[in-house]
């Protein structure tokens, strides 16, 4: 079955770049994405990939995907107090289920 | 729109009793989704609904949960009779049937306490 794995926490200082890693086993995946959670909320996507690309850019985050690899990562430059949360790795393969395979999440934590 | 609504936002309750939570979805998603998330397990995918119909209930834990959505307006998930293991936050999540990108929104959720 799919699994995706994430590490579980990353501390950084306010203002450096924050890489978030994930793999994945599903070779059949179509999108991956990212969703952020802040304390006490629900997830709220962030950004995506579609599998045929290799890189997405979107103001401070930028996606990477290697798919020989399945290794998906996330990197937001200028790295502020705001982003402090729990970011989640998701994909979605082409098994015609229509649903998402959550990592566990990884905790970002920016020191100011 | 107002967003995926979840009540009640907090729930404690004892053991045996029945427990019910309840949302509504965001006006004209089509797909409505119900997870768990604990530390021990993460996010888990409990069913999911397509157009007010159960299409995959793989992830319900046991015969002491289950969903309904009477409308596309509204689903309930309900537990009967609560153990303190159901202790987690319940997310109910939408999203809108196209091509292409899922974009599931989701609740603020419940956090349930089972004592």
């Known amino acids: 079955g799919e699994d995706v794995e994430q590490s579980l926490f990353l501390s950084v200082r306010e203002g450096d770049s924050s890489v978030i890693n994930c793999t994945y086993t599903?070779?059949?995946?179509?999108?991956l994405y990212w969703y952020k959670q802040e304390p006490g909320a629900g997830l709220q996507l962030l950004t995506y990939i579609f599998s045929n690309m290799d890189m997405k850019q979107d103001q401070r985050l930028t996606v990477l995907l290697n798919k020989k690899d399945k290794h998906l990562s996330l990197r937001i430059a200028d790295t502020q107090t705001g982003d402090s949360a729990i970011y989640f790795c998701a994909e979605w393969g082409d098994t015609g289920r229509r649903a998402l395979t959550f990592g566990s999440g990884t905790r970002l934590q920016v020191q100011p | 729109d107002a967003g995926v609504i979840q009540s009640p936002r907090h729930e404690v309750t004892e053991m045996g009793q029945e427990v019910t939570l309840r949302c509504k979805p965001i006006s004209g998603h089509d797909y409505l989704f119900w997870y768990r998330q604990t530390m021990m397990r993460g996010l888990e995918l409990l069913i999911y609904f397509n157009n007010n119909v159960p299409i995959d209930d793989s992830g319900m834990p046991e015969d002491r949960f289950s969903a309904k959505m009477p409308n596309a307006s509204f689903s309930t998930l309900k537990i009967q009779p609560s153990e303190p293991r159901d202790s987690a936050v319940y997310f109910c999540a939408s999203s809108l049937d196209r091509t292409g990108v899922d974009e599931q929104y989701f609740g603020p959720g419940t956090r349930l306490t089972v004592t």
């Open positions: 599903d070779s059949s995946s179509t999108y």
